[in-house]
């Protein structure tokens, strides 16, 4: 049964193989364990026993927050856990009294605009050539709520 938690250290390397697995250019281990003691960041992961089957994370600052990554293990799609993270991540920002949360999200990446859209994001802005390994540009997507 998958249950989400806060990120902590024994999470952390499957974090970051998730990273690769997931993305062309993905953080570092050293990058991931750092969030551990950011005052900014809030982590979760989704886990099944001791698998972490996915990951979400942000940064905040006054009351506004940046996701800053979110991956879901291939073994472990299409099972809402996606969803699930997200829902959770903005949960636990309401209660740190962050009022809203954004994101950019690659232009062909159809399943995850897909699933911000039904959370409720829009699209704010467009970051030209944004990433790297391909070159592509990001969609700005952004929710905000009530405290």
């Known amino acids: 049964m998958i249950e989400i938690k806060t990120m902590e250290a024994q999470h952390v390397p499957q974090v970051a193989e998730l990273e690769k697995i997931c993305f062309s250019d993905p953080w570092s281990e050293n990058s991931v364990r750092s969030e551990l003691d950011n005052p ?7 886990v099944d026993g001791d698998t972490v089957a996915g ?3 942000s940064q905040s ?23 699930c993270l ?5 949960q636990g920002l309401k209660q740190r009294e962050v009022r809203c949360l954004s994101l950019e999200v690659r232009v062909s990446n159809a399943p995850a605009i897909a699933l911000y859209e039904k959370q409720g994001f829009v699209q ?15 969609l700005i997507l952004r929710k905000e709520w009530e405290i």
Do not use: C, F, T
């Open 124 to 138: 704010v802005g467009r970051r030209p050539r944004y990433y790297h390994n391909p070159k592509e540009d990001a």
């Open 61 to 83: 600052v006054l009351g506004e927050a940046d996701m800053m990554n979110v991956a879901v293990s291939p073994a472990y799609r299409r099972q809402g856990i996606g969803e």
């Open 86 to 90: 997200v829902n959770a991540l903005v």
């Open 40 to 46: 900014l960041s809030y982590w979760l992961v989704a």
């Open 55 to 57: 990951y979400i994370g």
